[in-house]
């Protein structure tokens, strides 16, 4: 009896749905998306890579991370290929219907970035244009949803960023931090006020209650004792200086 359900989990570990104690903690992102991932050289750094690798930690175990289209990021917990996502994901209820949420880390939102020679006034102004998003996001879903029709994808929000410089959109609709570090040393581009207030948290596949504890408490350490705040601003200074360059 014991070695059948011996067998039983270990055919679930290889199949990845069953996480086996000595894994490493797998995170999966997408790293184009400073000051939360972006991309030193070959490393993925950020935020959200810090965050994950206190959880790791604190679960006594190594940890690893891997850098996917965004599309792929949620999709890659719930098949069992990551255990956390942390990508500056954004809190909604389409996705809590796939995924667990781990508490807020921060609360942000989404903004419209523009051309000071075609200022952006209202989102009523946006209907009918060309809008710029990165795929799969909450943008885009704003576009889809809030002006009804269809968005510019981009694989990153640099390049829907480029693609407004070349004249190719209208608009582009970001979440604000990667939005500023784009529009750095941009004299031509500016930035309006939140069009929408969304909380960024790690999403993880369904029904693993410890690895959401472990989560939840870290999120909680680390805005008491200031190392959220304290990576925010230093994350936000490299990326900023590696646009310099
Ligand atoms: N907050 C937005 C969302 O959840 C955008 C996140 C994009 N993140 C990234 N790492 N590219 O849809």
């Given amino acids: 009896m014991k070695r059948i359900a011996f067998a039983v989990i ?11 104690e000595d894994e490493p903690l797998k995170m999966i992102t997408e790293a184009t ?8 050289g070959q490393e993925i750094v950020g935020i959200d890579v810090e965050i994950c690798r206190v959880v790791a930690q604190k679960l006594g175990k190594g940890f690893k991370c891997e ?6 990021v949620i999709p890659a917990v719930i098949s069992g290929k990551a255990d956390v996502a942390a990508a500056g994901i954004t809190v909604t209820d389409d996705r809590k219907k796939n995924v667990d949420f781990s508490i807020p880390y921060v609360t942000t939102g989404i903004v419209v970035v523009y051309s000071k020679n075609n200022p952006y006034t209202s989102t009523e102004q946006l ?9 799969g996001t909450t943008s885009e879903n704003y576009v889809l949803e809030q002006l009804g029709q269809e968005p510019e994808r981009s694989r990153s929000p640099a390049e829907a960023v480029a693609a407004l410089k070349a004249g190719r959109v209208d608009f582009v609709i970001a979440d604000i931090d990667p939005a500023k570090n784009c529009i750095k040393g941009e004299s031509d581009l500016s ?7 969304e909380d960024y948290a790690v999403a993880i596949r369904k029904g693993r209650p410890e690895l959401l504890k472990a989560i ?19 994350y ?8 310099d360059k």
């Fill in 10 to 20: 270990a055919a679930a570990c290889a199949c990845g749905c069953v996480q086996n």
């Fill in 191 to 197: 930035l309006s006020d939140f069009i929408t207030s």
């Fill in 33 to 40: 998306f400073p000051p939360y991932e972006f991309m030193r």
């Fill in 127 to 135: 209907k009918g244009k060309r809008i710029g998003v990165q795929g």
């Fill in 236 to 243: 936000t200074a490299e990326a900023d200086r590696l646009k």
């Fill in 216 to 234: 939840d408490e870290t999120i909680s350490e680390i805005k008491a004792d200031g190392r959220l705040a304290k990576w925010i601003a230093e």
């Fill in 67 to 72: 850098n996917v289209d965004f599309d792929s």
